[in-house]
């Protein structure tokens, strides 16, 4: 099998997570510049062999799309083009943002990691990902 990445799209920056070969488990990838995302995975595509890719999709508590919905889609537009021969999927990723926080309030780490926005951004990429593992295992 191969890799799946996991995306948490931003206006400014965008959190990226891989699961493994076999998809057991997701982990943190990288914060990259939002401008600079595409680069970045032709870059990668280029080394690993990915199947396709997990998207985030902002949505409001009542279920409803969100400022940054439209956004998010253009995105997703733009990547289906770069990598048309890859699925794409979304996710509703209302809450990951929350528990991205809460994770790193749970490592014990130091006021400026909780401020790395850098860093919650992979961990909602990773929150994103292993979600959607854990959906298709239940199938």
Same mark, same amino acid.
Not at 64 to 89: M, N, S, Y
């Given at each position: 099998?191969?890799? +799946? ?8 920056? !965008?959190?990226?997570? +891989? ?10 990838? *990288?914060? %990259?510049? !939002?401008?600079? %995302? ?15 890719? +997990? ?10 799309? !969100? *400022? ?35 994770? +790193? ?15 919650? *951004? ?14 298709? !295992?239940?199938?």
């Amino acid at each position: 099998m191969a890799r +799946v990445i996991g995306i948490d799209h931003g206006s400014k920056r !965008t959190g990226l997570a +891989v699961t493994d070969p076999l998809r057991i488990i997701a982990s943190a990838l *990288d914060t %990259v510049s !939002t401008p600079e %995302v595409l680069n970045y995975l032709k870059d990668y595509l280029a080394r690993e062999t990915v199947d396709g890719f +997990v998207v985030g999709m902002p949505m409001g508590l009542n279920g409803r799309p !969100t *400022d940054a919905t439209a956004g998010v889609q253009r995105f997703i537009d733009t990547l289906r083009g770069a990598f048309p021969e890859h699925w794409i999927e979304t996710v509703d990723e209302r809450f990951t943002s929350r528990m991205a926080e809460q994770t +790193v309030l749970a490592s014990g780490k130091g006021r400026m990691a909780r401020r790395d926005k850098g860093q919650l *951004d992979r961990i909602s990429a990773t929150i994103i990902l292993q979600g959607w593992m854990e959906r298709r !295992t239940e199938r």
